[in-house]
């Protein structure tokens, strides 16, 4: 495992846009005051942000609200809304390289990976719900007494958008283009600890044309600004990224206050399942992108590794000897595989996580410390002899740590994947069709893959079962999440109503 490099010559990205972006213009929050936002490779302080709080969130939302109720976005045909929505999407690769460039320094995210999937899969999404934009149909029904009816679907109204950090490009867009696409307009929360990419995607939207008002941007933190988008009687809707604690919070919020909906994609502990008739190598090849892709700060990493009695033994052996080749260092170095962690506070909650592994007695196969003498860099870690009932077992870490665990038969297998409070996603090695048939249908997951992993799209749903969240975002039910049903009903004219 290499160390950090100092040596790198990229040129770093000018941070432009550190205020609050209300009604198509940047400005300081109400209180004047700021917060500082950490480049993760060193812990030094990249910019100091603007700190929104209640009083800029009602700022937003009323311009949001006016957008709304009395602006062209939602009025604008379906064809013109596609048309801008291009436009957007063009501008958003014109600017990757920058915009890859500021969520590397600010989330410690692999900038060439970034900037050819983040980046180019935002521009893929925002052309997708544009061609969605001028499709929005309701039905007509036949009733079965003397009346006609049919539904319009209509925007929801405003939006509250709450953003988390490890994938800040991704999860804006993911959200912000069906809610474009729909008609809505929104108030935007990213993550305390990366909010420089959202606002330059707001800046970006002013460029492509979206009308000012439709996509307002407020930073600050969970507990003051995104407690007040959550909890605020003019947002019509909620869609929220994040941990299962705060989303317990924010269906609270939602509940005591307007009663608005809510979709929540939270954490996951997603088992990646390799029986005796898979390809080891390929599956040797998956098991570290499962688990240590984007240094594991993701919500489907396949942090649990089941493996069949018949190969664990080569496959430890093999998992070894990759490991040891992984490339922890500075995320803008194109032979980096893993970056470092996004904040110090991270960092450590994941260093505890491996302590405690130790103390529960799992062996330490390979990793389990730090890299470097600054920054948050922490090796790939794989744990085995880890029992289901384990904390490194049962708990999301958000980190590159790896249990590996061996089975037997496949209804063990089946019941100890699904012997856990998340169900986001999950993989299945096989060459049996059967088997894998047989599992994709009895692992209680939102996603399952048969032979990959992280093959995600924005034409594919995707959301939890269980304790991982609930609604679905990507694809056309991503779309129906900020759209409500009308049904229209009139008498005919025989109806003795007339």
């Known amino acids: 495992m290499a160390t950090p490099s100092n040596d790198n010559c990229f040129k770093l990205p000018e941070v432009k846009f550190t205020k609050l972006f209300i009604n198509g213009q940047f400005v300081d929050s109400v209180s004047g005051k700021t917060f500082e936002t950490i480049d993760p490779r060193s812990g030094e302080v990249i910019a100091r942000v603007a700190e929104g709080d ?27 809304r596609h048309r801008i929505m291009l436009k957007y999407a ?26 050819a999937l983040d980046v180019a899969e935002s521009a893929n ?27 319009l679907l209509e925007p929801i109204g405003v939006v509250g958008l709450i953003i988390p950090w490890n994938f800040p490009i991704s999860i804006f867009f993911g959200k912000v283009s069906p809610a474009l696409a729909a008609g809505c307009t929104m108030v935007v929360k990213p993550a305390e600890q990366t909010p420089l990419s959202a606002l330059y995607c707001a800046h970006l939207a002013k460029l492509a044309g979206i009308p000012d008002g439709v996509i307002n941007v407020v930073n600050g933190f969970g507990s003051t600004a995104g407690a007040a988008v959550s909890s605020h009687m003019d947002i019509d809707k909620v869609s929220f990224t994040g941990s ?29 399942i390799v029986f005796n008739d898979a390809d080891v190598d390929m599956a040797v090849g ?10 594991g700060e993701i919500c489907i990493a396949g942090s649990r590794v089941y493996v069949q009695e018949g190969i664990y033994d080569e496959f430890v052996k093999k998992m070894i000897e990759r490991a040891n080749s992984w490339v922890v260092g500075d995320p803008f170095d194109p032979k980096v595989h ?21 103390r529960e007695g799992a062996t330490l196969l390979t990793g389990g410390k730090s890299v470097g003498d600054k920054g948050y860099y922490i090796e790939p870690t794989i744990f085995t002899d880890v029992t289901d009932e384990m904390v490194i077992a049962k708990e999301e870490i958000f ?20 012997n856990t409070k998340y169900g986001l996603a999950a993989a299945v090695l096989t060459k049996d069709i059967n088997l894998a048939n047989r599992m994709t249908r009895s ?28 609604g679905r975002e990507m694809g056309l039910q991503g779309l129906h999440n900020f759209l409500q049903i009308k049904s229209v009903v009139s008498p005919l004219y025989d109806s003795p109503w007339l």
């Open 90 to 115: 063009d501008v958003l690769d014109e600017h990757a390289e920058e915009l890859a460039a500021i969520d590397s320094l600010d989330a410690g995210k692999l900038f060439t990976l970034t900037k």
């Open 125 to 151: 999404c925002l052309r997708y719900y544009a061609g969605a934009a001028d499709k929005i149909h309701g039905q007509t029904l036949k009733m079965s007494s003397p009346f006609q009816a049919y539904t």
């Open 244 to 272: 299962t604690e705060v989303g317990r919070l924010i269906m609270q919020a939602a509940a005591t206050s307007n009663l608005k909906p809510v979709s929540l994609e939270l954490g996951g502990k997603s088992p990646l």
């Open 399 to 418: 980190g590159p740590v790896m249990s590996l665990m061996k089975f037997k038969t496949v209804d063990e297998v089946i019941g100890r994947a699904n």
């Open 54 to 80: 209640k009083e800029d969130v009602d700022l937003a939302v009323k311009e949001a609200r006016e957008a709304f109720d009395h602006g062209k976005w939602p009025r604008m045909s379906g064809a013109e």
């Open 338 to 358: 893993q970056g470092p962690q996004v904040d110090k506070k991270q960092f450590e909650r994941i260093l505890a996580y491996i302590d405690h592994g130790k």
């Open 286 to 295: 998956l098991a570290p992108m499962a688990a240590f892709f984007n240094k």
């Open 443 to 470: 692992i209680r997951a939102g996603v399952v893959w048969v032979n990959c992993y992280f093959a995600l799209s924005h034409d594919v749903p995707f959301g939890g079962y269980k304790m991982s969240g609930f």
